[in-house]
């Protein structure tokens, strides 16, 4: 099967198709408030050494051994340890990972695309309504807006690698570039815009702390797609021509400058239109910040500029996390999907369909459990608070699972397939890599601190 596996058609294809995955409601929303109530530039810094002191040889592991073995993670870990290896229990939390991750994300965006349907339907006012948001997350028309996400995410992968996921990333990143970029222009013409750009990036050093450091490399990790098995799928489609260092970079810094320049206009716009918000007080999750708290911004707006540009920028504005969000759909049901064509034998119209039948079942219970189904809304109390099914998901996955899948990995690397096997699928496509000071750096750390710090942030959250 191996030499029928389809290939993105170029390096760029690669790494669009890569940062389209990376770039996500993270960036645009969870960043620029994490990075506000955190201590601003010096959050940023940290974030910054983050990704390339620990997640850039994380990323450049994943897609080395997808490119290697060209397989899904059970598929790859299988192939370097041994079918019948106990490593390839790891390869399938590597798939039950992104499959859950789907299901919390899911939900997410069958919001976004509700909010950008009705701000487009001039419901502005409604959307900032103290009702709005409580109101929206338990409409029947949740279940219309999934059939629309589903549909869309289907129709792109089933067109396959090159036809669909490098297609939709060639068409949706550049677009979203764009509608930033001149979301960040508007935004910083505004009065007193300034103020927030000051409180965005003069960093704060006493608002740092040990949670504030271990938050920041979580949404490092997070925000990089790392643990969840995309690299190492995306990485099984590439060529051995492809620089996998070059483009790991060239990722890393995309996403990064997504998620600072979101902060560009994300704050800023607090700080023009509503200037006596501190944003301690915003509501401790990023999830209410762009459900609840960006509509009465966009209100605000609209008693500067009028109804119709404030719904226009409204609307730019989720159709920008709309974009951000499918891109980011599609790599991660894309890892489950190869894993029924690999190794199940299954063609891509059929993965799609069992995926999407369970994955959709799921996500519609998880759509149920914010007030809709009392038995789903009030699932447990375990940790403090009643939680519904979306935040166990949310909990056990985001927070605890994937700093496991990279310690996972790093290990695996290090001691099980070997380091140099790692450099020398590294030199492929790029020879003079294993004299660079990067190669020394990824020999040295992945065996070392890295799993460490990965271990402690999976020790503290479980
Ligand atoms: N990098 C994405 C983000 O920041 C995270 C993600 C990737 C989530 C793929 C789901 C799927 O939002």
Not at 44 to 68: D, H, N, Q, T, W
Request: glycine fraction near 10%; hydrophobic fraction near 55%; aromatic fraction near 12%.
């Amino acid at each position: 099967m191996t030499a029928s596996r389809e290939h993105f058609s170029s390096k760029l294809g690669f790494i669009l198709a890569a940062a389209g995955s990376a770039v996500g409601i993270g960036n645009i929303v969870g960043f620029p408030v994490n990075a506000a109530k955190n201590g601003g530039g010096a959050f940023l810094l940290m974030y910054a050494i983050f990704v390339v002191v620990i997640c850039l040889p994380v990323m450049m592991a994943e897609m080395s051994v997808g490119r290697k073995t060209a397989k899904n993670p059970v598929g790859a870990y299988g192939a370097l340890a041994g079918e019948n290896s106990k490593w390839r229990l790891a390869g399938l939390l590597g798939i039950i990972t992104p499959f859950m991750i789907a299901v919390f994300y899911t939900v997410l965006t069958i919001w976004i695309l509700i909010y950008l349907v009705l701000t487009v339907g001039g419901q502005l006012d409604y959307l900032a309504s103290a009702d709005g948001f409580g109101e929206i997350i338990n409409s029947p028309w949740l279940f219309v807006s999934m059939v629309g996400v589903g549909g869309l995410v289907a129709f792109i992968l089933k067109a396959g690698v090159k036809d669909g996921i490098e297609r939709a990333a060639k068409i949706m990143m550049p677009a979203l570039f764009v509608m930033l970029v001149l979301l960040v222009i508007f935004v910083l013409t505004l009065d007193n815009a300034m103020a927030g750009v000051q409180f965005y990036i003069i960093p704060d050093l006493d608002k740092i702390n040990p949670s504030v450091i271990s938050g920041a490399m979580s949404q490092a990790f997070f925000s990089l797609s790392l643990g969840m098995g995309i690299l190492v799928t995306y990485g099984s489609y590439i060529s051995n021509k492809t620089d996998i260092a070059g483009s790991a970079k060239l990722v890393a810094i995309c996403d990064t400058s997504v998620a600072f320049i979101a902060g560009l206009m994300v704050l800023p716009a607090i700080f023009a239109l509503n200037p006596e918000v501190n944003p301690d007080d915003l509501s401790s999750s990023s999830v209410s910040m762009i459900f609840v708290y960006l509509p009465k911004i966009f209100l605000a707006l609209q008693a500067t500029t009028g109804y119709f540009i404030a719904s226009s920028i409204a609307a730019i504005f989720f159709l920008l996390v709309f974009f951000a969000a499918i891109t980011s759909l599609v790599s991660i049901i894309e890892v489950p999907v190869s894993y029924l064509i690999d190794e199940k034998c299954k063609t891509r119209k059929q993965a799609l369909g069992s995926i999407f039948l369970w994955g959709g079942l799921i996500a519609a219970l998880a759509t149920l459990s914010f007030g809709m189904v009392d038995s789903l809304t009030n699932l447990t109390t375990y940790g403090g608070g009643n939680k519904g099914l979306f935040d166990v998901i949310y909990d056990m996955f985001y927070d605890t699972i994937l700093p496991l899948n990279g310690l996972l990995i790093c290990l695996f690397v290090s001691y099980r397939w070997k380091k140099h096997n790692l450099n020398k699928e590294l030199s492929q496509g790029n020879e003079g890599f294993a004299n660079t000071f990067l190669a020394k750096y990824v020999d040295f750390s992945l065996g070392t601190f890295i799993p460490f710090i990965l271990a402690a942030i999976f020790i503290n959250t479980v």
